[in-house]
């Protein structure tokens, strides 16, 4: 009988030293370049555990950054020029902006964020109560709040996003932003991703913006010439 506990305890202890070899072996080399940063985990860059598609801030500024020096993959060692604050993700504006208008940008980013995230809290503070949405994907019926709700919380996964050709337009307490944005998601298993036009209507109520509107759709391909 002692002889089966020991052979039991002997497997359990195998497989428990096979089991972190295989996560050791497989630990990004990533990580182990960046700890001298600040990393610990994959959530350094990426916003989920495990790594993989979707990025935080400074995920997004690496890879700006490769595609600025043109290079073929990211280098860690570039961190050492990173600052917080200075992702690539917040939009650029191409028209003149008032303070509020800024404040717009910042709420477009942080709505998004709060998708790739699933932050429900922080969604729901920012979607308007009577928030309607129609995309490229829409079957026409006007999604509301807690479709979409739903669907950013539990359907969308693996998102990065980046805003481009940003304009903000002020009608007192309405704000009117139009932009394009290069978003790389799948929603439920299928892969959405796109360069989005958008047009979105902001409202203040009580102090605070909240997206009432939004609209989307897949930019028009030019015609093929001949």
């Known amino acids: 009988m002692n002889k089966i506990k020991a052979l039991i305890i002997l497997a359990f202890v195998t497989a428990i030293v096979s089991a972190m070899a295989i996560r050791t072996q497989a630990y990004p080399p990533f990580v182990k370049k960046a700890q001298k940063f ?22 997004q500024w690496l890879i700006k950054e490769r595609q600025r020096r043109g ?14 604050g200075s992702a690539p993700s917040k939009p650029p504006v191409t028209a003149s902006a008032s303070s509020e208008g800024q404040e717009l940008i910042n ?21 308007a109560d009577d928030f309607t949405m129609t995309s490229a994907f829409s ?4 999604e509301n709040k807690d479709s979409f709700l739903k669907n950013a919380t539990q359907g969308v996964s693996g998102m990065s996003f980046e805003y481009h050709d940003t304009q903000v ?5 309405t704000g009117v932003v139009k932009t394009r944005v290069k978003i790389t998601y799948t ?3 299928q ?3 796109g360069d989005y036009m958008v047009t979105d209507v902001w409202i203040k109520r009580d102090g605070r913006w909240q997206v009432a509107t939004r609209h989307s759709s897949l930019p028009v391909k030019a015609p093929s010439k001949g």
């Open 107 to 127: 709420a477009e980013q942080e709505w998004m964020t709060a998708v790739a995230k699933h932050d429900e809290a922080a969604l729901r503070r920012i979607v």
């Open 191 to 193: 892969d959405r991703s």
């Open 169 to 173: 337009h002020m009608y007192g307490d």
């Open 187 to 189: 929603f439920n298993g």
């Open 38 to 59: 600040g990393a610990k985990d994959c959530l350094f860059c990426h916003l989920q555990p495990e790594g993989g598609e979707g990025w935080n801030a400074r995920g």
């Open 139 to 142: 079957t026409g019926e006007l």
């Open 71 to 84: 290079a073929e993959e990211v280098d860690p060692e570039w961190l050492a020029e990173y600052k917080e």
